[in-house]
Each structure stands twice: as structure tokens, then as C-alpha cells.
């Protein structure tokens, strides 16, 4: 009994302790809300004028990093809302503004950010008629994005005029405080363009702005523009103007962010694949990878500039990582290009031709079409040299067959250009219409092929240079790495100072007489 007393007495004890647990638990200060999108747009204006103010571009980045998440929320209420704070009165500029938001009319002017009072509007007597240039240029971006993101014939021809409006304007001023913003607007202006599959007609715009931001040293729209321009050469294939802008420009790689390099790596990695750089080219690409943001944040770059990497590397003779295909990012959009590269390590050109046909559409959408049938002969070369590796001797009629080649004469030239290339250690026999193949040191049939000493070709003198060269670039990365102690010169120079003084000492005491060799009593010695 008294046991059962004593566990009723903790039981009692320990719910009066959960109770005061939980009434002390809700005097915690909850989470504030999150702030309404019209909120958002008045505290980015509050950022944009203290960046005007203070010289502080930092102030401006912060504003565009939220614009991704804020595009999301606009709508025409919100747009009209911000456009009605930001101008206090009603002028041209403001009606026009007015006029791109395709539900401003279903909106009431008076309108304030957050709900304010209908007694707020009488403060705007004393806030200027018409923000800042940024502040308006902000405020058409917004709008911009808004009529992207809006379906219809209507919001995409409002969209193309309010662009290039908001073009004029900002190439009207020269303002150092606007040159951010004015590269966020360059781009859309781009992409409005492309999206109405017109973007051909304003490859002139884009190249007299280019000019004028070189003037103003503009860095960062002068790296948008590149990137635009040569976006706009690649879609319509124009190679050669786009590795023409390359060389007579430079991009400022170090003023400018990862987003923009990384993409101007991935524009020259294309030009360089095309012109049969595939070294170069997997140098550019395999950048624009460290340099591009994270798979999550940016999944659509990271899957285009993985496909074409993929190629360049069949292309240059190497396999690419399984693991790569098993990324969560890239599994579903390098499925193709996984059978693409099965058939290249396998050599079976039949599943590399079926491969080809079946997501022909994706590989020209990918534009990575014309690089993969420059695959073709890769297989090929890899079937010619297991076929070297499994037969001595084989028909050309059997190459024919096993490759799927169209003829015996396709097949002799295939095994001719694969032996002239060092690919595979063969003979083609013509008469008889087979290939013999044989390994180094064994000997062949009729000793006319047989004995063949590897000291005989090139190889040893080219093993040696590449030996001795090396030893070479060792000896010098050793010199340029060898430190030497602080201030032994000066040791040198005081001693050979010293020896300077006392030679001179001596020359004026010979001068003087003061030394004589012959009356020198230390000259005789001991006598």
C-alpha cells in the first residue's frame, strides 16, 4: 500500500511539473510573419536610394538577389500599388507605367503599400513628384518580369515596348549607381526578344551598347551584353562572327560575378568544340562546372553544360564517369547521352545508330547534334580495334558484317586510316581481302611483317624526349623554388668595402713615405 501511495505521489508530481512545462512554453515569442510582397518592394526602394546616396553598390546587389523570389509573387494590384507609393503625383511617367500593368485599371489609385489608412495620402504633398532614375528603372523591371510571366499576345507586345522604353532610357543617362540594374534589364530585354523568336532583330542594339559600356567601363553590363550577344550568335548558328567578338573583345573576368563567367565559359567551350578544339574546349567547359552555381539553384545550366562535356570527352577519346549518370540532377536528362556513350565504349555502331535516330529531336533541341555524328568514326575505331585484339586475321567481309558497314571497300579504308593513325598494329592484304594483325616482337606470315623491333620505329626517341623534357621542366620548377637567406649580399659587399678601405689606406702611406719596404724592421727577420 504504501509503495502504491508513493507511485501515486510521483505520478501527481510529475504531471503538476508537465503542466508548468507547458504553460511556461508559450510565453516563447513567436516567429514574425513573413513580409507581404508590397512590403518587400518598398523596403528594396528604401535600399535602392541608400545605395544612391551612400556609393554603395552592396545595398543594390542585395535588392536583385531578391528578385527571383519576388517575381513570383507580383501581380497587377502589387505592381500598382508600388508604382502609386513611389509616385506621389500623377504625371506622364506615372500613367505610363500605369498602362503596361494589364490589371492596374481594375485597381484604385489611391491605393497605398500594406493596406495603409485612406488619411496616408495626405503626406504625399511633401514626398517628391517622381522617384530616382534607379528607383523607376526598378520599378519597369518588375513590371517586365510581370508581363513575361503572363500569358497573351497583348502582355507579350507590352512587354517588347516597355523594354525597349526602358532601353532608351537607361542609355539617356550615365549613372554608376544604375549599372546593375541596367544589366538585369539587358538581359530580359534579350530574353523577351527570344521569346518571341525575334531576337535576331536586336543584334544591332546589343553591339552599340556594347560599345558604350566599354567607353564607361562598365563592367558588369559590358560582361551581359558578351554573353547576350554571343547567345544570340550561337541559336542561329553564326560561329565564326561569334569567335570573331571573342577575339576583339575581353571579358572582365574579374569584376564580375561566377553566374556571368560561368556562362561566357560555356559559350567558349562550344566555339572551341566546333573548331575541333576538344583539349581547349574540355578546359572552358570543366570551368563553367566549378564556376556555375549549385544543381539545385540552378538545374537547367547545369544539365546543358554536362551534356556538351559529355561529348567532348567521347570526342577526345575518353569515357566519361559512371557515377555522373547517377546524379539526381542528371540521371533523367542524360539518359540519351548514356546510350551515346555505351555504344562509343562498346564499339557497336547499329546501337550507336539506333541511339542516334531515336533522340534525334532532343540531341537538335540540345543543339549537341552535328558533335555526336562526328562520333562515328570514334566507334568505329573502337570496334576496328577489338577486332584487332580478338582476330589475327579476319576478312574485310567479316569487318563488314560485324560493324555493319555499308561495303568491303568502306571497311579497307576504315582499317587503312585506323593502321596509318597508329590506332591498331595491322596489314591490310588487299589480294587476298583480309586484315592481319600481329603484336610487336611476333613474327608474321612470310617474315615480311614479322621481327618488327620496336627500336626500329619512332616510339623509343619519343619516350626519351618526353623523359629528358620532363627532367628539364623538373630542374627549372627546382631553380625558380630555391630560396636563399636574407641579406648574405650585404656580407659580401661590406668585406669587399673593408678590403677597398685598407687598399686605399696603404696607397696614401706609400704616397706619404710613411711605408717603406726597406726600412721596415719587420722585413729582416731575425738578423
Known amino acids: 500500500m504504501a509503495t502504491d501511495k508513493a507511485e501515486k505521489d510521483s505520478k501527481t508530481q510529475g504531471e503538476g511539473d508537465a503542466k508548468k512545462d507547458a504553460a511556461a512554453a508559450p510565453e516563447k515569442a513567436p516567429p514574425p510573419p513573413p513580409p507581404t510582397p508590397s512590403a518587400e518592394i518598398k523596403s528594396n526602394i528604401q535600399l535602392i536610394e541608400r545605395a544612391v546616396s551612400t556609393l554603395e553598390p552592396r545595398f543594390t546587389a542585395r535588392v536583385l538577389r531578391s528578385l527571383t523570389t519576388l517575381r513570383r509573387k507580383l501581380d497587377g494590384t502589387i505592381l500598382t500599388e508600388a508604382v502609386n507609393a513611389a509616385y506621389a503625383k500623377d504625371g506622364p511617367a506615372k500613367k505610363a507605367l500605369l498602362s503596361y500593368i494589364p490589371t492596374s485599371k481594375d485597381v484604385p489609385a489611391s491605393m497605398e503599400v500594406d493596406g495603409a489608412p485612406a488619411s496616408a495620402p495626405t503626406k504625399a504633398p511633401s514626398a517628391p513628384s517622381e522617384p530616382c532614375p534607379e528607383v523607376d528603372i526598378y520599378l519597369r523591371l518588375l513590371i517586365l518580369l510581370h508581363l513575361m510571366d503572363t500569358s497573351g499576345t497583348t502582355a507579350s507586345d507590352k512587354a517588347r515596348v516597355l523594354a525597349r522604353e526602358t532601353i532608351d532610357k537607361i542609355q539617356s543617362l550615365n549613372r554608376r549607381s544604375l549599372d546593375a540594374i541596367a544589366a538585369r534589364v539587358y538581359f530580359y530585354f534579350g530574353r523577351v526578344h527570344e521569346l518571341r523568336k525575334d531576337a535576331d532583330t536586336i543584334r544591332p542594339v546589343l553591339l552599340a551598347a556594347q560599345r558604350t559600356a566599354s567607353l564607361r567601363r562598365d563592367d558588369e553590363l559590358q560582361a551581359t551584353l558578351i554573353n547576350l550577344l554571343l547567345r544570340n550568335y550561337l541559336q542561329h548558328n553564326l560561329y565564326q562572327q561569334a569567335d570573331h567578338l571573342i577575339s576583339k573583345t575581353t571579358f572582365p573576368s574579374t569584376t564580375t560575378g561566377n553566374t556571368q563567367l560561368s556562362r561566357y565559359l560555356y559559350y567558349l567551350g562550344r566555339i572551341r568544340a566546333v573548331q575541333l578544339s576538344y583539349t581547349e574546349a574540355h578546359t572552358h567547359l570543366q570551368q563553367a562546372i566549378r564556376r556555375a552555381p549549385s544543381a539545385q539553384l540552378a538545374p537547367g545550366f547545369y544539365q546543358t553544360v554536362h551534356k556538351l562535356f559529355l561529348i567532348v570527352e567521347l570526342l577526345m577519346g575518353d569515357i566519361p564517369e559512371r557515377s555522373l549518370f547517377r546524379h539526381p540532377v542528371l540521371k533523367k536528362a542524360l539518359g540519351p547521352y548514356l546510350k551515346i556513350v555505351q555504344a562509343v565504349r562498346t564499339g557497336d555502331l547499329s546501337s550507336f545508330q539506333s541511339s542516334l535516330t531515336q533522340h534525334r529531336l532532343q540531341f537538335q533541341q540540345d543543339q549537341t547534334y552535328t558533335l555526336i555524328l562526328r562520333l562515328r568514326h570514334n566507334v568505329i575505331k573502337t570496334g576496328v580495334r577489338a577486332l584487332s585484339i580478338a582476330y589475327s586475321r579476319i576478312s574485310l567481309r567479316d ?83 630555391m630560396r636563399y637567406p636574407l641579406n648574405m649580399h650585404r656580407k659580401d659587399l661590406a668585406t669587399a668595402a673593408e678590403a677597398r678601405e685598407r687598399e686605399k689606406e696603404l696607397a696614401i702611406e706609400i704616397v706619404d713615405g710613411e711605408h717603406d719596404d726597406d726600412d721596415d724592421p719587420g722585413s729582416l727577420g731575425d738578423f
Do not use: Q
Open 399 to 481: 569487318i563488314c558484317l560485324k560493324l555493319h558497314l555499308d561495303s568491303e571497300e568502306d571497311a579497307e579504308y576504315i582499317v587503312g586510316k585506323a593502321v596509318r593513325d597508329g590506332v591498331i598494329d595491322a596489314r591490310v592484304d588487299h589480294a587476298k581481302g583480309w586484315m592481319e594483325s600481329w603484336r610487336r616482337g611476333d613474327a608474321g606470315s612470310g617474315g615480311k611483317i614479322g621481327g618488327v623491333d620496336v627500336y626500329e620505329t619512332g616510339e623509343p626517341r619519343e619516350a626519351f624526349a618526353k623523359r629528358i623534357g620532363f627532367c628539364l621542366d623538373l630542374h627549372n620548377e627546382s631553380v625558380k623554388a
